[in-house]
């Protein structure tokens, strides 16, 4: 048997309750070389500057065969696969429509709407004493609130939760059943696909005053989108939007229930749920790791030259937990003062959906501390999903004593 290395051990789902320590291991080799030639970068200063460098390629197109998996890239590549200056082109065409600066501000119009869906699902848990927050709270917001910006009919929002399930599903580490994973994911993938081409087509003909619509619909001096790259993006935010959220939420009370005298503070509190949710991007991160990057020349960093056309992956949670750019950086500190994380990225791909994100969990949570009396973790650890990419538990099982 061969020795896993520490990067394996992370992929290991055995690891995934905690990968913290494997992570710290990764450090003490900020570019780490693995055997299939993939370069692992785990400190925040390489990270950071690899995410501005544009000699590394998200274009997946790039790499060779046994490429990474990574959740975010489809067949058709969406903005979030493509480099400049087509990633910029289609990127600004989508933020325009999305919040400030350039539109009335979509995102805070949402928040009532979000506050309300909130509201629903936390009544939801009330004459019981068991709840999965999973299943009743961090999965169903983010999703009502992602298909309410796109314009997705609400009765075909279980669809969207199998579809992308499956897509995050079978990601994971290992060759043994790859090829079957990946059709598997090509599957969801394609039915997500023909969904949206069709709800793109109705809104060609009868616009509303949804996302699809007005991405189909718009002209202008950056031009305009065609049928397949408006799929692509809501393919892309469908996916990005509601997969990462819902781990934010469900490791936020983790990690609040795990230290019931910081939940006692934001209940007493709540003005500190806007840096609690920074740290927890820091301590808890929902994207582990950015992977699908590529060297388009030969890059040094340090010691270490990565040769062109290597595959890199960026361990945005390694970066985070740096004791080298924040002091204590195991500790979960509730009000933390100039939080810079890696939770979102940086660069041009900076993520697109931070303020959306924010403010759903920022809601959830509130809610959920101010409503929800006596809350107790039924299983620490609690189940995770396999992924090691987007990580987070499966289930959340708390007791409780009731809803306020
Ligand atoms: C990009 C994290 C929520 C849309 C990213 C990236 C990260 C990230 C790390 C960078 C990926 C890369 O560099 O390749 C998160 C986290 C979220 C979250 C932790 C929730 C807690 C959202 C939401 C949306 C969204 C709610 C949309 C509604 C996107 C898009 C990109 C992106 C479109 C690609 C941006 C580009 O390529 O220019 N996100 N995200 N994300 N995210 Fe998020």
């Not at 055997?35 to 790039?62: C, F, K, M, Q």
């Not at 350039?102 to 119009?109: A, C, Q």
């Not at 609690?276 to 950015?290: H, I, N, S, W």
């Amino acid at each position: 048997m061969t020795s896993q290395s520490v990067f394996e051990r992370i992929l290991d789902p055995a690891h995934r309750a905690d990968p913290y320590p494997l992570f710290g291991e990764l450090r003490e080799t900020p570019v780490a070389r693995q055997d299939d030639g993939t370069y692992v970068v785990s400190t925040y200063r390489e990270i950071v500057a690899l995410l501005h460098d544009p000699r590394v390629s998200s274009d997946r197109r790039n790499l060779g065969a046994g490429s990474a998996d990574d959740p975010f890239h489809d067949r058709t590549p969406s903005f979030i696969g493509l480099d400049p200056p087509e990633h910029d082109r289609l990127r600004h065409l989508t933020m325009r429509h999305f919040g400030p600066p350039h539109s009335p501000g979509m995102i805070d119009g949402l928040r009532p709407q979000m506050l309300a869906i909130t509201t629903e699902l936390i009544d939801g848990m009330a004459g019981r004493r068991r709840a999965d927050i999973v299943d009743e709270v961090a999965y169903p917001l983010p999703v009502a609130v992602i298909c309410r910006l796109l314009g997705v009919p609400q009765e075909d929002e279980p669809r969207f939760h199998a579809w992308a399930d499956q897509v995050i599903e079978t990601l994971g580490p290992g060759e043994e059943d790859r090829a079957e994973r990946e059709r598997a994911r090509e599957a969801a993938v394609l039915e997500l696909e023909r969904y949206l081409g069709g709800l793109t087509d109705d809104r060609r003909r009868r616009p509303g005053d949804d996302m699809i619509s007005r991405l189909i619909t718009y002209q202008g001096p950056d031009g305009a989108m065609t049928r397949q790259d408006v799929v692509a993006t809501a393919v892309l935010l469908l996916i990005a939007g509601h997969e990462t959220t819902i781990n934010l939420i469900a490791n936020g009370m983790l990690t609040l229930l795990r230290q019931p005298d910081l939940l006692e503070r934001l209940r007493d509190d709540p003005g500190l749920v806007i840096p609690a949710v920074e740290e927890l991007l820091r301590y808890e991160p929902p994207v582990q790791l950015v992977s699908s990057r590529v060297a388009l020349d030969d890059i040094t960093l340090g010691d270490t030259t990565i040769p062109a056309g290597s595959p890199i992956v960026l361990a945005l949670a390694a970066g985070s937990r740096d004791p080298s750019h924040v002091s204590d950086p195991d500790r979960f500190v509730l009000d933390r003062p100039g939080n810079e994380h890696l939770g979102f990225g940086g660069g041009v791909h900076y993520c697109f959906g931070a303020p959306l994100a924010r403010l759903e969990t920022q809601i959830a949570l509130t809610e959920l501390v101010r409503r929800v009396r006596g809350p107790r973790l039924v299983d620490d650890p609690p189940p995770y999903r396999p992924s090691p990419i987007l990580r987070g538990p499966r289930h959340l099982l708390i007791d409780y004593d009731g809803v306020a």
